[in-house]
């Protein structure tokens, strides 16, 4: 294997001659990257394993999805397990479509097609993945970005985290902080949480009411506050902080 000494995150892929491989750095490992244009300008870009030695995943861009590509192929890396083999990710469909966090909808139930597949979409993009380690994610105004994970050792968190940096590059601006308010943890009894000193409302049986909520953005971010008004302050905050609007402006769909 070539030394790769051109760190990916500054790479032009436009640059790059025909059919010739180079080999690309990331912070968790290489990144192996050929530009074919016999049949059409497309470039694809293999990425291997934590340890290096197996691939990971390999994914084609087209031309319109160059800018693209180097952050994308970086987040993969990222994500990549330390080690790969020639079967099918381990990652349930369902889970994946359940931890992503660029969706604005966690309902159970989701519908799955004939294939196994599952899709969803955010403002501006939609994503579907595919049991056998496919993803495909578009975006309303053209560029698209499509691929494969190879390897067992794919699991849901993995598999979302990648869908998830896909969708954060195609999804329209808003989308991108996009927050939700989860439910208080509720009434529970203290010997059932261990370490537990809060007060708050005793009711029959000992249980203790515990309002504590939490709300995250589909930027990653995350917080838990003493109560459900809270926490959906907190998160009208970051929504400001993070796009630079007006206290009180109306946030994104499905946040």
Not at 92 to 110: E, F, H, Q, W, Y
Not at 191 to 208: A, F
Request: hydrophobic share 35%.
């Amino acid at each position: 294997m070539s030394p790769a000494r051109t760190p990916l995150d500054a790479a032009d892929l436009s640059t790059l001659p025909d059919r010739q491989r180079a080999w690309f750095t990331t912070a968790r490992g290489p990144v192996l990257v050929c530009r074919y244009t016999r049949h059409g300008d497309f470039t694809r870009a293999a990425v291997r394993c934590g340890n290096g030695r197996a691939r990971a995943a390999l994914l084609t861009f087209h031309l319109d999805a160059y800018p693209l590509a180097p952050a994308w192929l970086a987040a993969i890396a990222e994500a990549a397990p330390e080690s790969a083999d020639r079967c099918r990710p381990s990652a349930s469909m369902v889970s994946v479509r359940l931890l992503a966090r660029m969706t604005p909808d966690k309902r159970n139930g989701i519908p799955r097609l004939s294939d196994g597949s599952v899709g969803w979409s955010m403002p501006g993009a939609t994503a579907r993945v595919w049991p056998d380690g496919r993803l495909e994610l578009r975006s309303t105004t053209g560029p698209g970005l499509a691929g494969r994970l190879e390897g067992s050792q794919w699991d849901h968190f993995q598999v979302a985290a990648v869908a998830d940096a896909g969708l954060r590059l195609l999804c329209a601006h808003e989308a991108r902080h996009m927050t939700r308010t989860g439910e208080p943890a509720g009434w529970h009894r203290p010997y059932d949480r261990p370490g537990n000193t809060m007060v708050g409302r005793e009711r029959k049986g000992g249980q203790m009411y515990d309002g504590s909520t939490t709300a995250s953005c589909s930027c990653g971010w995350s917080t838990t506050s003493p109560s459900q008004l809270g926490a959906r302050a907190r998160a009208e905050q970051h929504r400001r902080e993070a796009t630079g609007s007006a206290p009180g402006a109306d946030q994104p769909p499905g946040a």
